[in-house]
């Protein structure tokens, strides 16, 4: 079945450090891929998101690239900030059809915790 | 202003005693779907609607059950709890199941 695996946490930076957070899924098909974000206390929003291969989604200053030849969706900011401190998730959806109509199979999430 | 509630949002309860989570959009979503939280697993998904009368099975229903009369509402019934059913819960919706997903704030469940 379809999955996905984020890079092992907690992360810590200090204000302005650059972030990678690396996402790979598997999954057949053509998935489309999310990133979420959860602040303390509060449920998920979309941070970003891309349906098809190469497609570059960017939101807040942070991006990600599907890319179908290495099967990965990285997260990336180039200087983050202290409100950037929350859980991030990575995503796929499958799609149309089937028994996953609309299901997101979700990373386990990473910890970002930004000092200033 | 659009968006996905649930109540309670915080719950503790013991094993046995039947619960409901209501969970409602007002953005006239089609989809609409559960998923519990926990600690390494990231979100999995319990069960989901695409319209009234649409329900079907996520990756992890047991215990659980659904039902979706309105459009707008789509409560998660425990019918018996058990401690392992002690979760964060998620409610979220979309206009169709293939379109981005908005969630609710979170159910904080324990069950002793």
């Known amino acids: 079945g379809d999955s996905v695996t984020q890079m092992e946490g907690p992360v810590t930076l200090s204000e302005e450090a650059f972030l990678t957070i690396n996402c790979t899924y598997t999954a057949t098909g053509y998935p489309s891929l999310f990133w979420y974000v959860q602040y303390p206390g509060e449920g998920l929003q979309l941070l970003l998101k891309a349906t098809k291969a190469d497609d570059k989604g960017s939101n807040k200053g942070f991006e990600a690239t599907y890319r179908k030849e290495t099967t990965s969706f990285h997260l990336e900011k180039g200087s983050v900030q202290v409100s950037d401190s929350a859980v991030y998730f990575c995503?796929?959806?499958?799609?149309?059809?089937?028994?996953?109509?609309?299901?997101?199979?979700f990373g386990q999430g990473t910890i970002l915790t930004v000092h200033p | 202003e659009a968006q996905v509630t649930q109540n309670p949002r915080y719950l503790i309860t013991v094993t046995g005693k039947k619960l409901t989570v209501t969970c409602s959009q007002n953005?006239?979503?089609?989809?609409m779907s559960w998923y519990r939280q926990d600690p390494g697993l990231g979100l999995r998904q319990i069960y989901y609607s695409m319209n009234v009368e649409v329900t079907d099975k996520g990756d992890v229903p047991e215990g659980y059950k659904v039902s979706r009369k309105e459009k707008r509402n789509f409560p998660l019934i425990l019918e018996s709890p058990s401690p392992n059913q002690t979760s964060l819960y998620f409610c979220?919706?979309?206009?169709?199941?293939?379109?981005?997903?908005?969630f609710g704030p979170g159910t904080r469940l324990t069950v002793l």
């Open positions: 953005m006239n979503h089609e989809y």
């Open positions: 995503a796929l959806s499958a799609g149309a059809g089937g028994t996953s109509y609309g299901k997101l199979t």
């Open positions: 979220a919706s979309s206009l169709h199941g293939t379109d981005t997903q908005y």
